[in-house]
């Protein structure tokens, strides 16, 4: 039995301690990238160029990843997310993930670097699921996979 059977409250206070300051990855899927795309009005190609690296994974492959600046800050971030309205799935579903999910100790301990776990609004299970669903389902381009004319060419 989860948990979280009876819900969990959090809201985000838009700290962006999430977005900056440590070191972190945001994956990103071909949704995700296209999202983005048409958001910041760019190719796949230059999009890429300008935000995106390659990192190793966790079943050794590399994966597409957003940029991070020098202090850490996600590449995207300039005083508020500059693609809120696009964000990846990683960051939409943010702390519904399935390590924070997984044990009450992950979650609690995570309210130390989030002030909005734990206040605000009340997630039901059913809309935590949810979110955990969509966040175990976006699975990231990984480097096989080549972006060309908007489509994705295994190699």
């Not at 590399?62 to 300039?78: F, G």
Request: charged fraction near 25%.
């Amino acid at each position: 039995m989860p948990f979280f059977d009876n819900g969990l409250r959090f809201t985000c206070r838009c700290c962006s301690h999430c977005c900056r300051i440590e070191p972190g990855f945001v994956f990103l899927s071909h949704a995700d990238l296209t999202k983005l795309c048409l958001w910041f009005n760019l190719t796949e190609d230059k999009f890429l160029e300008q935000y995106c690296r390659m990192v190793p994974y966790y079943d050794g492959t590399n994966v597409l990843c957003l940029r991070e600046t020098n202090a850490y800050d996600c590449i995207l971030w300039d005083n508020g997310c500059t693609a809120y309205g696009a964000r990846p799935v990683q960051c939409a579903t943010y702390p519904f993930w399935t390590r924070l999910l997984s044990r009450k100790f992950f979650w609690n301990n995570e309210k130390k670097s989030c002030p909005g776990i734990a206040s605000g609004k009340l997630w039901t299970k059913d809309e935590i699921m949810n979110q955990l669903f969509l966040y175990e389902h976006n699975d990231p381009l990984h480097f096989s996979k080549i972006i060309r004319e908007g489509k994705i060419i295994e190699n």
